[in-house]
């Protein structure tokens, strides 16, 4: 049986970026892979990497559990689920930390870019957190993992982790595949485009979040940073801010770059930032719509509680194959 496994942290409110590299892929794969069971989980656990408001974090893990429908995932489809609710995500996330190497871990760049941006108090799970993830992923047999680019190197990690676990212990776990998209796997800033769109940025002109007022959100496309020179054409090297905006367009259309181009050749920046403002728009308003319908009913909770027993069920059967690998407990 194939599996897809993902998650989000329930950190900030999520971005375009989010959606483009992560959220869509989940449902056009839904879509895509009939005979995929599909686990998504929201990722409380790898939220206190950093410090979280106690009130804001329980209301995001819902808020996130509710977007994953929004977007499209089908509950009956897909198991859906809290990540600190299956107690097994932090018992393998320890064994992988006991797998892996401290250098290992230094060397990833979302710690060295996150250590960073934080002068003291940097917590221990901040370090450790790809073993955790790794933890997530092969808890349950993930043969695929869509996520955005930035997570790429995790998941080289998590493989890396899989592969040194069967052979220390025996043939234990199924090595993962990262599945990113083939445009939008690094939506970039639409005020500084050579940096990611965050959520964390300190701009919102820079990012459009998912729940942002509609015509707030149409205004950010039309004020995106461009450059001087009026062709649409993508270059990310010396346009970096219109080829930003020519991915986001494709990845929303599920059209090619190269045709987006050419429906525009003798066109205006700001005819094309315009029809990409629309664009935006039109994905958002029903996602939002369905957003509160969902976070407001009773379904919501039905959905986790269901999502829990089932993640639960398969993931206390992988634990005790790992105890027995490894010879822990009697
Ligand atoms: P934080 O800033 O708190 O680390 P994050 O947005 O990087 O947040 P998540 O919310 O867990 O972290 O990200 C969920 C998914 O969205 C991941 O698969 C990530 O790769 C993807 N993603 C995040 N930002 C972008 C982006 N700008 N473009 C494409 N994909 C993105
Ligand atoms: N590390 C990811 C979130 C995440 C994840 C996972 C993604 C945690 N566990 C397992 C895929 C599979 C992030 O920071 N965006």
Redesign the pocket.
């Known amino acids: 049986m194939k599996r897809l496994v993902?998650?989000?942290?329930p950190?900030?409110e999520?971005?375009l970026?989010?959606y483009?590299?992560?959220?869509r892929q989940f449902v056009n794969l839904q879509n895509e892979l009939p005979d995929t069971e599909i686990f998504v989980f929201i990722?409380d656990l790898?939220?206190i990497t950093?410090p979280q408001d106690k009130q804001k974090l329980k209301k995001r893990i819902r808020e996130i559990a509710a977007l994953y429908i929004a977007c499209g995932l089908d509950p009956e489809r897909v198991t859906l689920f809290i990540q600190s609710e299956v107690m097994e995500h932090a018992v393998l996330g320890y064994i992988m930390e006991s797998t892996a190497y401290i250098g290992e871990m230094e060397r990833m760049t979302?710690y060295k870019d996150?250590k960073r941006k934080q002068t003291e108090g940097i917590r221990t799970s901040l370090l450790t957190y790809p073993a955790l993830m790794a933890a997530d992923i092969l808890l349950y047999d993930a043969t695929v993992v869509?996520?955005?680019?930035?997570?790429r190197q995790h998941l080289e990690l998590t493989r890396d982790l899989a592969n040194r676990f069967n052979n220390m212990y025996g043939e234990t776990f199924v090595v993962p595949e990262a599945y990113t998209p083939k445009v939008?796997?690094?939506?970039?800033s639409l005020t500084e485009p050579t940096k990611?769109?965050?959520?964390?940025s300190e701009n919102p002109k820079s990012y459009i979040l998912l729940q942002d007022d509609l015509n707030a959100a149409k205004n950010k496309i039309r004020s995106a940073v461009t450059d001087s020179d009026s062709k649409i054409k993508f270059d990310e090297k010396n346009k970096p801010g219109i080829s930003n905006l020519l991915m986001i367009y494709a990845a929303l259309t599920d059209r090619s770059i190269k045709d987006i181009e050419d429906q525009y050749i003798g066109s205006t920046y700001q005819a094309f930032k315009e029809d990409l403002a629309n664009i935006v728009y039109d994905t958002l308003k029903p996602i939002q719509e369905k957003f509160n319908e969902i976070l407001k009913s009773k379904e919501l909770d039905e959905i986790l509680d269901k999502g829990r027993e089932k993640a639960s069920y398969i993931a206390r059967r992988k634990m005790s194959k790992v105890y027995k690998r490894i010879g822990l407990g009697r």
């Open positions: 993902s998650g989000i942290k950190t900030g999520p971005t970026g989010n483009i590299g992560a959220l990722a790898h939220a950093t979302q996150k869509p996520v955005g680019e930035d997570q939008g796997a690094r939506i970039k990611k769109m965050d959520k964390s």
